[in-house]
Nanobody
Framework: QVQLLESGGGLAQAGGSLRLSCVDS????????MGWFRQAPGKERLFVAA????????YYADSVKGRFTISRDNAKNTVYLQMNSLKPVDTAVYYC???????????????WGQGTQVTVSP
């Protein structure tokens, strides 16, 4: 079975930091780009960040630029999202996804993790 497993979510205060991880435990997505998306209650799933397979190119939503950093360690089959200077509006379920290209559109990703909750208190 395909396995993309997010972890690292939790509760943070405004201005704090969290680091999310997404592991491809079965090595199903060697050569794939990876993206992070988030979905708040009652809202659509939105692009957060994406990274190419070799890590040479990264892409960010304007809302997180300068605060979040996407990275990957292919030897560990893991993609990370370092989130700094958190704001209450960052509260959402965060999902990682795999695609052949680092799309900004969620419907173009083929595979998704189960999501991890991030809550930022005022």
């Amino acid at each position: 079975q395909v396995q993309l497993l997010e972890s690292g979510g939790g509760l943070a205060q405004a201005g704090g930091s969290l680091r999310l991880s997404c592991v491809d435990s079965e090595r199903s997505f060697v050569g794939y780009a990876m993206g992070w998306f988030r979905q708040a209650p009652g809202k659509e799933r939105l692009f957060v960040a994406a990274i190419t397979w070799n890590g040479g190119n990264t892409y960010y939503a304007d809302s997180v630029k300068g605060r979040f950093t996407i990275s990957r360690d292919n030897a560990k089959n893991t993609v990370y999202l370092q989130m700094n200077s958190l704001k209450p509006v960052d509260t959402a379920v965060y999902y990682c996804a795999a695609a052949k290209t680092p799309y900004r559109t969620s419907t173009l990703y083929d595979y998704w993790g189960q999501g991890t909750q991030v809550t930022v208190s005022p």
